[in-house]
């Protein structure tokens, strides 16, 4: 190995290649054993061959005088040859982008710093640190701290031990959930593909387009901001409005009166009435289909409740709100809004009118946050109790509390599966009433054999199902949204292959769905069209969609889980539990005798599944759940009645979390910052970072930032195109910040006019930008309704990267190599991952803030801001202090020659004095020496 040096650049580390023999059949390409795909250089044997010589003696001879010298150097002289060789390099090294080029640069500081330190060579002056550390450097002092309450003294939970989620994770349905669908892996990479065939020869918007008068499509632009309508996608009752028109036989031959009176709730009607009159809280099991969802809330209306206050229905899912509201509407003879009216997130359908009212539980958890007692209320059902949303368990324990309060308010608690002698211990023994039989029942078809892929098995079903001349709709169910894009392709694209195929309308259903397309799951198909209804678990409960017969089941949901080594929720894929599998095969007996095809075994179905789902509060952050019950006033968790209490680890690390941002005390109780905190529906960390953004003055970028990192990743990397897609990245990145970066791409697209073509360009996802509009005005709209400042910094985005540094300084890490960093506070290795705008940077910062770590092949940082040393001490103090380094190694290098220089000199002014005077004392006369 050898050093080469030149004055334009860095030292940098050559190896010394030795050939002893090569190809002779290579003479006739013209290549060269060096460089085989550089033909253009000029090829002499005899020369090349000669130059080995030499090198070969220089080499050798080097070993004798034991280094490099400018006599003893191979490589002093340089052939032609060799100067081809390294314009060859050069011109490579000028294709290279800045980043790639930052990176390369930074291996060869690296490179040369070990070789001169480890002595094979030398030179007369180096940086032991390899960097160019002209600053002070800021050393910071790490402890952590526990605040009194936290210290193990205290109990928050009957449940010391986490909860998994799945029964068996070795089983096959666990292995299968963990790998996902081939069939959805390659369809994700032929979208991506698709993607990238951009029309190199387009000439709309060039010159030459201009000149030939080829005009550009009109891009779908969108208005201003602020005079854009963010919740004119969620009115779901405008596209509800029209009656929905029956299609199953059932619902065809029979007026609404005489199908309310075929359910099974009808024949119990008046004894229901009787055990809801003599109790305040009564626990009602029915089957899927025995008509308690709807009918309930009316038989208390014709009873008289709604005299004395709403009659309120909670539903875990806001489209199960929306179409169970509708039903009961047109049962009711009444307008949408009017009698009965629902109230999900973003819109609210009700009036003064209103009697009955349909609502997700999250919506009446808020109600309680302003009316403790619900006053507005006679009679409240919590419909789909089995299901355990976190929000249903919140208020079990809040509403056993208000009836106790409350003796004019009855409870109803209504579920589907067997497990009722839980619930009615939980709420003191309270009665519990079976509504006997169902509808119509459903005949269960088992595989065979384990399913590999579920999608592919759902499709080849639903094919056969469709092809065979029964009649009825199919709903198949799938565990997500991409899962389900892919079903709904492939149904369509494998029935275009058969010919003379029966017309098929799929349709797929779920949450992020836009309302107009979800609306049309419940309108009536054309003659001689059989439906096929593709949906999420979303579909599972309180949603009848009239002419379901057949339903394909695939075994598998996503489920919400809290890890809490690295604090994050994490969705993913698993197993259903024996009471979803039941729940999902009741939706096809509502209208008619149906039909459950479910593709895993009867073993694995009786093995391997749980006998019912865990509850979310087990399996979930509790961090906003604290701190709605600190607002509400509890201020002992362990006194608040969970019916399944959360593990203790997901608790702690809860409340550490909230103590850690200033939401709580020493002591545990609530904070003014933790109340306003609790008003945002954000993360507790992105809360601190808007409500510190308005003291720091730069609300209207963080508003931005916490939009940007409330939706999925804005950019995408398609296949062949990967380089394109980098560069295209690298233009929006600004050096010091990731989030920074967030901030600079929704400018630029708001500079562009929210346009979706130049989103296209850029590699950038239209619809999470359109998201992002979405979610930015939410928040702004609560700012406004807690009187909190919207300002703009300007150009000062230091103080942004000071805001971020305010919200997670206790995520912080600093630099141990060459882009590794480890966590402060535990040590953990974290790296920086190579689509940060941090990463080949140039000058790696000491300390950065991370907003989540993402565990793939590495524990990588996402969303990285350089911080300063110092912010994390002022705003962290309860776990750093600085220890300031006042210089740097070189410097201190510097000022110890420079002192010892001094020193030298003095010694030398000293000496030279003494000598003076002894001359001038010998030369007095007379003089006389003491």
């Known amino acids: 190995m050898a050093v080469r040096t030149r004055a334009d650049e860095t030292p940098r580390v050559t190896p010394a290649y030795r050939y002893n023999s090569w190809d002779p059949d290579r003479k006739k390409t013209g290549a060269t054993p060096m460089d085989s795909d550089n033909p253009d250089i000029p090829w002499n044997p005899q020369e090349w061959e000669e130059e080995q010589k030499r090198v070969d003696r220089e080499w050798y001879a080097m070993e004798d005088e034991g280094c490099f010298d400018e006599e003893h150097n191979p490589f002093a002289t340089m052939s032609e040859y060799t100067r081809n060789k390294e314009q060859a390099l050069e011109s490579k090294k000028k294709r290279m982008s800045a980043q790639q080029h930052q990176h390369h640069k930074d291996n060869e500081k690296w490179e040369t710093n070990r070789m001169l330190t480890s002595g094979v060579v030398q030179r007369t002056e180096y940086d032991e640190d390899f960097e160019e550390d002209n600053e002070a450097r800021v050393h910071l002092l790490v402890q952590n701290i526990v605040p009194p309450f936290l210290d193990g003294r205290i109990v928050f939970t009957k449940q010391p031990e986490p909860v998994l989620p799945v029964k068996d994770p070795t089983a096959d349905l666990a292995i299968v959930a963990r790998k996902g669908s081939a069939v959805v892996r390659y369809y ?31 891009d779908d632009e969108v208005k201003e901001e602020e005079e854009g309508d963010y919740k004119s996608d969620h009115k779901y009752a405008e596209h509800m409005q029209q009656a929905s028109e029956a299609s199953s036989e059932f619902a065809l031959k029979r007026s609404i009166t005489q199908q309310r009176q075929f359910l099974p709730v009808f024949a119990a009607r008046q004894e229901l009435l009787n055990i809801v009159h003599d109790n305040p809280v009564v626990i009602i099991v029915g089957e899927t289909g025995s008509g308690k969802t709807t009918q309930l809330t009316q038989y208390l209306h014709e009873d008289g409740y709604s005299k004395h206050g709403m009659i309120g229905c909670t539903q875990p899912r806001r489209v199960a709100a929306m179409s169970v509201a509708k039903r009961v509407s047109d049962e009711m003879g009444c307008k949408l809004g009017e009698e009965v009216g629902y109230a999900i997130r973003f819109e609210d359908c009700t009036s003064e009118r209103t009697i009955i009212k349909y609502m997700t539980d999250g919506i009446l958890l808020r109600e309680s946050l302003s009316d403790s007692d619900l006053d ?6 919590m419909d789909e109790a089995h299901e355990r949303s976190l929000n249903t368990d919140v208020l079990f324990g809040l509403l056993r509390e208000v009836v106790a309060r409350r003796q004019d308010l009855k409870l109803i608690v209504t579920s589907a599966t067997m497990d009722s002698s839980k619930f009615a211990m939980f709420f003191g023994n309270a009665p519990v009433y079976n509504i006997p039989g169902r509808t119509f029942p459903v005949e269960l078809f088992f595989s065979k054999n384990p399913v590999e892929d579920y999608v592919d098995a759902a499709v080849k079903q639903a094919l056969q199902i469709h092809l065979q001349p029964h009649p009825g709709d199919m709903l198949i169910f799938m565990p997500g949204q991409e899962d389900i894009e892919v079903t709904c392709e492939l149904i369509a694209e494998r029935l275009g292959e058969i010919d003379n195929a029966p017309a098929l309308a799929v349709l797929p259903i779920y949450s992020q769905l836009p309302s107009d397309l979800q609306a049309k799951i419940f309108q009536r198909a054309p003659d001689g069209v059989r439906k096929c209804i593709v949906a999420t678990n979303i579909a599972e409960t309180s949603l009848t969609v009239d002419g379901i017969i057949y339903v394909i089941d695939s075994g598998f949901c996503k489920l919400k889980v809290f890890n809490p080594r690295i604090g994050m929720d994490a969705l993913q894929v698993y197993p259903v539990s024996q009471a979803n599998a039941n729940q999902r095969s009741g939706r096809a007996g509502r209208t008619g005798p149906g039909r459950c095809y479910r593709l895993y075994t009867e073993s694995q179905y009786k093995q391997d599944m749980l006998t019912c789902t865990v509850p979310e509060i087990q399996r979930t952050n509790l961090a906003n759940v604290v701190l709605l019950l600190k607002s509400l006033g509890v201020q ?54 808007l409500l510190s953004s308005v003291i720091m003055g730069c609300s209207a970028e963080v508003l931005i930032i916490v939009s940007m990192l409330s939706v999925p990743a804005i950019f995408y990397r398609p296949k062949g195109r990967e380089e394109e897609s980098d560069a295209a990245r690298e233009k929006f990145q600004v050096p010091e910040s990731d989030h920074l970066t967030l901030l600079n791409v929704y400018l630029q697209w708001k500079t562009h006019k929210f346009s979706a073509t130049w989103c296209n360009e850029h590699f950038i996802h239209v619809k999470a930008m359109r998201k992002v509009r979405e979610v930015r005005q939410q928040m702004k709209d609560i700012m406004v309704q ?14 942004v990267r000071k805001c971020v540094c305010s919200a997670y300084f206790h995520q912080a890490a600093r630099l141990k190599g060459l882009g590794e960093y480890v966590n402060c506070r535990t040590g953990m290795p974290c790296h920086l991952h190579p689509t940060s705008a941090l990463f080949g940077m140039g000058l790696t910062p000491d300390y950065v803030v991370y907003h989540e770590l993402v565990m793939t092949a590495k524990e990588y940082m996402q969303c990285v801001t350089s911080v300063d040393g110092h912010w994390l001490a002022e705003l962290g103090p309860m776990f750093y202090s600085v220890k300031e380094s006042t210089k740097s190694r070189l410097e201190n290098r510097q000022l110890a020659k420079e002192s010892q220089t001094q020193m030298e000199e003095e010694m030398a002014q000293a000496q030279e004095l003494l000598r003076q005077r002894k001359e001038e004392t010998n030369a007095t006369p007379g003089s006389v020496r003491k």
Not at 376 to 381: C, D, G, L, T, V
Not at 786 to 799: E, F
Request: proline share 7%.
């Open 376 to 381: 507005n209320y006679s009679a409240i059902i």
């Open 786 to 799: 807690q009187k909190l400042d919207v300002k703009s910094c300007g150009t000062d985005w230091d103080m």
């Open 636 to 689: 002992d968790l362990l006194q608040f009645h969970f019916m399944d209490p959360p593990p203790e680890d997901n608790m702690l690390n809860s409340m550490y979390q909230l103590w850690i941002l200033g939401a709580l005390d020493n002591v545990g109780g609530l904070t003014p910052l933790g109340r306003n905190m609790e008003e945002f529906p954000l993360e507790p960390a992105m809360s601190k970072m």
């Open 188 to 218: 994700r990479e032929q979208k991506e593909r698709r993607k990238a065939q951009k029309k190199e020869w387009e000439l709309a918007g060039t010159r030459l387009g201009d000149i030939m008068g080829v005009k550009k499509p009109k």
